[in-house]
């Protein structure tokens, strides 16, 4: 009774008080209050003091793998799918189910209750769709698994079935739903399950104050950027309120954990489904989260915390498939919630983690009895903080994941957390598990003692976190080879490098292939940016590309963030002009530099190949005299890294071979084409001479703007012959007309060269004046070098300002390749004369038909416009050719 009363009192007294800030009617408050204070004293309610209340006289069905029993059926009534997204409804087809049978990529099971309307499989309108399922009751009732058949009907634990189905039917990744919960546009669920995922995700981590490293429950949401102060999710502890930061504490760092330890993923909604009814009684409804796509929100929960989940817009991974299990022994308010702290009591044995993710959809239904919510929810405020400190000292030796399970539910049972049905029901679960094929994860070496990822310290650059761990070009007291030099105050030396290098930390390594990163500066450049991403990510892996974005354009921006939250590509959202830019681009590159073997600053219009004919492809880059001809490839590109990790020890390596192209008229049509060699003109593979430049990361200093020299530490550089590659460059300099004059306009303004609002005649006057050249249209035409940054970009404009180059000419298509005048400027500015040369290989390699062999019958599948998309399209094994 005195336990009672003083937890009746401190409820009232936070709503009361919480309430007074918010100024709510009186009349409310007294009738939520009433309704509390009845909730505890209530006949069947107990407020829980944690000893046993019971015990379990049942067999134990699940202590050892091998189980003697008689393998039940689940049938098969659709196709596998490795993303699944699951719902049960009882009411008509809804804007939300509708939204998530248009996600690309993702199959649909509805499961039916006896309430669902007759006509809801006419009403979705399926026919036809062999990736969304409608499991009506009918159905259900043939099913013959011992599971299916003890589930009830009308019962949100309906939707068990339907995670069976799915597991069933291949399920790598399960998106968690409620038709209620309609999905933002162009957002989708986290799920990447092919074998490009990236083999980190970048989280924030929460600053813990002493009160809350003390506590067994960790509030989320005032690190989720909420509309209103004094936030709290449905489930969570009232009586640990007073430990939990205020918005404006609730600071983080930045950090990367495996992939592979991500367990569920909740996306908090926007509306009222979050909360509690307490909550939505004293405050201004709904709630929004802020979604800001340059910022990566993901937040992981500490380690040995507990945070509540539900079940509305949620994502499980496949090592956390066995704890979707929804009991139904308690209210509907209550099952996801408890689920969600059961599981979390096993995930910290096996190493998996829970990470909040910022809204992906928002609650759309009908108005709420937030009274008889309130009602429905007196477990959650009588029982719930025993709960997480019985789960807190539970303990089990048993190394069987399911017998753990098991005895988890028979422990929790007995202490009045749950019912006896749930035992059963929790045997049963398993057992269908096992029967369908799903492997349950080993538990963790350490038996019950709690098992953590790696969590890795990552660097960030204007509050935006990129990866840069496994650190190994690192010594022993964690400096780079610059750090090294400037901690002792001198220039870098043979000797110096040689004392460095005997302490660096190799065996952080993942791996001894060569490890390529590739920065991008990015400003607007779409489409060209997804032909870009969707090539080099395939070619060097999605988590080594590092773009420095300076877009205005939304579809750029939200692009961008989208392959960072699911591909992993280190997206950097810059402020900087491009006066700035390559201060930033060089920090960047520093970082990286710890973590690589080399980096190559890159554009958009840039490729990265190979010369796949070593033997007949060799030039004088003294004089850049070309020999023969040669073939450029991107098959071969990792293989070429791994025999310059052999081979440099420091040097700056220089690309061997360009190759540049124009675009045609025919391109130019559709900006989505812009990239489509048997649409364009190539050019002779030229040498590459000093047009790009890749830094062997141990002696990194800096990037140029260009990536075209780059800075190295000594006594590497100008004392040594750089080193030129077979790696070659296929350089999409000049596009299309009008997206070429807009561009360099566009560099020519961030540099501040010219303004915004000036006319052209403006412009010439500025562009003249600043290379002292007269007002001749002669003079400036003859012209082929000038000074300054970004000279390539000033010379065109300036070319096309006095009419030096028409728009017809710039097609022409009957010219000879070096008579068209894209080329003759190319080079005679940059690289001198060129032998012609033709290359179907890489026509063939980025054609539509996304299929591509090369010389030696090496097949790879790619197709640039294919490869990555909004939606987050899949992609396979063999679309990274020639990775190691």
């Not at 008509?92 to 649909?108: D, F, I, M, Q, R």
């Not at 990744?173 to 546009?185: A, C, P, R, S």
């Not at 009895?369 to 303990?395: H, V």
Request: proline share 5%.
């Amino acid at each position: 009774k005195t336990l009672r009363a003083r937890f009746g009192c401190c409820v009232a007294t936070i709503i009361f008080a919480v309430a007074f800030r918010q100024q709510r009617p009186a009349i409310e408050l007294a009738s939520v209050t009433n309704n509390v204070a009845s909730l505890l004293r209530g006949p069947t309610r107990t407020l829980l003091t944690g000893s046993m209340a019971k015990i379990f006289r049942g067999p134990l069905r699940l202590q050892g793998p091998t189980l003697s029993r008689k393998k039940d059926s689940f049938p098969r009534f659709a196709g596998d799918c490795d993303k699944w997204a699951v719902v049960r409804t009882i009411n008509k087809p809804s804007t939300s189910v509708k939204g998530v049978t248009a996600l690309t990529g993702w199959c649909l099971v509805i499961v039916a209750d006896t309430q669902t309307p007759a006509n809801y499989r006419e009403k979705v309108m399926l026919e036809g769709r062999d990736d969304v399922f409608f499991l009506s009751v009918e159905q259900q009732l043939e099913i013959s698994h011992s599971f299916v058949k003890i589930v009830p009907f009308q019962s949100f634990a309906r939707k068990n079935i339907g995670y069976l189905f799915a597991i069933r039917h291949g399920a790598k990744v399960i998106y968690d739903f409620t038709d209620e919960n309609v999905l933002k546009q162009p957002l989708v669920p986290y799920g990447t399950v092919t074998n490009v995922a990236p083999p980190k995700v970048l989280v924030r981590i929460p600053h813990l104050s002493r009160d809350q490293e003390k506590s067994f429950a960790f509030n989320p949401l005032p690190y989720m950027h909420p509309s209103q102060e004094h936030i709290w999710p449905l489930g969570f502890p009232l009586s640990e309120l007073s430990v939990q930061p205020p918005i404006a504490n609730a600071t983080v760092t930045f950090a990367s954990v495996p992939s592979a330890s991500v367990g569920v993923v909740q996306t908090v909604c926007e509306g009222d489904p979050n909360f509690d009814a307490v909550f939505r009684l004293t405050r201004n409804l709904p709630v929004y989260f802020r979604k800001d796509p340059k910022r990566s929100l993901r937040l992981l929960v500490p380690k040995n915390k507990y945070s509540p989940y539900n079940a509305q817009a949620t994502v499980h991974m496949y090592s956390a498939f066995w704890g979707l299990l929804l009991p139904w022994s308690v209210p509907q308010r209550v099952t996801a919630i408890w689920r969600s702290y059961f599981t979390q009591r096993i995930m910290h044995e096996i190493g998996l983690v829970l990470l909040y993710d910022p809204p992906i959809a928002r609650h759309i239904g009908s108005p709420q009895d937030y009274l008889e919510d309130l009602q429905a929810e007196g477990d959650l405020y009588a029982k719930t903080s025993k709960l997480l400190e019985f789960l807190g000292n539970w303990s089990c030796e048993n190394e069987f994941l399911p017998a753990r399970l098991e005895q988890l539910t028979i422990d929790l049972y007995e202490h009045d957390f749950l019912g006896i049905e749930d035992v059963h029901g929790t045997q049963e679960w398993l057992i269908a598990l096992m029967d369908i094929g799903y492997k349950f994860p080993s538990i963790s070496d350490g038996g019950s003692d709690s098992v953590q990822p790696i969590v890795s310290s990552e660097p960030s650059e204007e509050d935006q976190a990129f990866l840069a761990s496994p650190r190994f070009n690192v010594d022993e007291n964690h400096f780079s080879y610059i750090e090294y030099t400037e901690s002792l105050g001198k220039n870098g030396s043979y000797d110096l490098f040689q004392d460095w290098s005997k302490t660096l930390q190799t065996s952080r390594r993942i791996s001894d292939h060569g490890l390529l990163k590739i920065v991008l500066m990015n400003k607007d450049e779409w489409p060209y940016l997804r032909e870009w991403l969707g090539y080099h990510g395939s070619l060097v892996g999605f988590e080594n590309i590092y773009i420095v974005d300076g877009s205005d354009g939304l579809k750029t921006i939200n692009y961008l963030a989208h392959v960072r939250d699911h591909y992993g590509v280190n997206a950097i959202f810059s402020s900087a002009n491009l006066n700035e830019v390559e201060a930033q681009l060089s920090r960047v590159g520093r970082e990286i530099s710890k973590a690589s073997d080399f980096i190559i600053k890159m554009d958009t219009d840039e490729f990265l190949v190979t010369n796949s004919k070593h033997s007949e492809c060799k030039y004088s880059h003294k004089t850049r005299n070309h020999v023969t001809d040669c073939t450029l490839t991107p098959y071969g590109v990792m293989e070429t890294i791994q025999g310059l990790k052999r081979l440099s020890n420091g040097e700056r390596l220089r690309i061997g071979h360009m190759q540049i192209s124009i675009s045609s008229s025919a391109a130019c049509v559709d900006n989505n084409r812009t990239y489509d060699i048997k649409s364009s003109y190539l050019g002779g593979i030229t040498p590459g001479g000093g047009y790009k430049a890749i830094s062997d990361s141990r002696t990194f200093r800096g990037l140029d703007l260009g990536g075209h020299t780059n800075l190295i530490v000594k006594p590497f550089g100008k004392e040594l012959e750089d080193i030129y590659t077979d790696l070659g460059i296929l350089h999409f300099h000049y596009k299309c007309w009008k997206s070429e004059i807009e561009n360099c306009r566009k560099v020519l303004v961030s540099h501040n060269i010219i303004s915004k609002e000036d006319s052209d005649e403006m412009a010439k006057i500025k562009l003249l004046e600043r290379h002292g050249l007269s007002n001749n249209r002669s003079i400036v035409c003859r012209t082929s070098v000038i000074n300054g940054t970004s000279w390539h970009k000033q010379l065109f404009y300036m070319k096309y300002l006095f009419e030096c180059i028409t728009e017809g000419e710039w097609y022409n298509a009957s010219l000879n390749p070096y008579q068209n005048p894209a080329f003759q400027f190319e080079f005679l500015s940059s690289t001198g004369k060129a032998a012609h040369s033709r290359n179907p290989d890489f026509s063939k390699f980025v054609s539509d038909s996304g299929a591509a062999m090369d010389d030696d019958t090496r097949q790879c599948s790619m197709s640039l416009s294919k490869l990555i998309d909004d939606s987050g399209a899949r992609m396979d094994d063999d679309t990274r050719p020639c990775s190691m």
